[in-house]
């Protein structure tokens, strides 16, 4: 099938790129002045307003010393879906809005500067994190969202055999599925799942448990179960330690 735009219509490559991330990233001398702006704050606002406590002086210096690789680790050491979050987090009121430089000029673009080391990290293709030394104990984990993908790879590095049942054909939950492309390109997030992955973990994609797979089959075979299917699937269980949090999200 011929793909040349025809008197009228579009091509497929011109339709993509209709569709390609609206936001440019920073060049990296761009993200060199950025970073050296930072003062490094000992007792840093933009680390306490971070709902994930990501180091956010400590990524930005490395940055500045070119150590983009450390910068990553820093930054999905704290948040294993940073690379997302880079771009869709309303920084502005977050972290850059606690910046002490606001008001005598401009907060440090520290959304940008983080999608800079995590950018150069998907490119890379690099594996940020390692297993841990297997225990001989096996957890499944009911869900591929930005929660479970969490718990899988902190249990693999703490030596767990984790095996993730997520319902629809991609893991990654909302980040996958739910955030427009010009906004956060799905191969972000499929980085993040990958990430996990590559500690081992097995994600078994199109399964939903209690349907493709019985719920007492799980309780046998694993030693924890980690219900993570979102908020929007799991009723109430009245049962002590569960967690409702709600987020409001600004959007440009």
């Known amino acids: 099938m011929d793909n040349a735009a025809t008197p009228g219509r579009l091509s497929p490559e ?21 970073a050296n702006r930072c003062l490094y704050c000992y007792d840093a606002p933009c680390i306490k307003a971070c709902p994930t406590g990501i180091n956010v002086p400590s990524f930005i210096k490395r940055i500045a010393t070119d150590n983009l690789k450390g910068a ?19 920084t502005e009121v977050l972290c850059e809005g606690a910046c002490v430089l606001n008001g005598a000029s401009k907060p440090i673009a520290i959304g940008l500067l983080q999608r800079y080391a995590t950018d150069d990290a998907i ?8 297993p841990g030394v297997p225990n001989g104990r096996k957890v499944a984990v009911v869900g ?3 929660a479970g993908l969490s718990a899988a790879r902190e249990l ?23 955030i427009v492309s010009f906004r956060s390109p799905q191969a972000v997030a499929l980085w993040e799942v990958e990430q996990v992955e590559k500690l081992g973990v097995e994600i078994r994609t199109g399964v939903a448990v209690g349907r493709d797979i019985p719920a007492e089959r799980i309780l046998k075979e ?4 980690v ?20 987020f409001t999200m600004r959007f440009n």
């Not at 936001?23 to 002045?33: D, F, I, N, T, V």
């Not at 490119?123 to 390692?130: E, P, S, Y």
């Open 14 to 34: 011109q339709v993509l790129s209709r569709f390609s991330e609206a936001e440019p990233g920073l060049s990296r001398k761009a993200a060199m002045e950025e």
């Open 144 to 146: 591929g969202g930005p």
């Open 156 to 178: 693999a590095r703490d030596g767990f055999s984790v095996v993730v049942y997520e319902a629809k054909p991609l893991a990654g939950g909302l980040d996958t599925h739910g």
């Open 123 to 130: 490119r890379g293709g690099r594996r940020l994190f390692a």
């Open 222 to 225: 694993y030693d924890a179960v």
């Open 227 to 246: 219900l993570a299917a979102g908020m929007g699937y799991v009723p109430s269980l009245g049962i002590e330690g569960r967690i409702y949090k709600a």
């Open 72 to 90: 990553a680790l820093t930054i999905m050491e704290s948040n294993p879906v940073g690379a997302s979050c880079s771009r869709v987090c309303p």
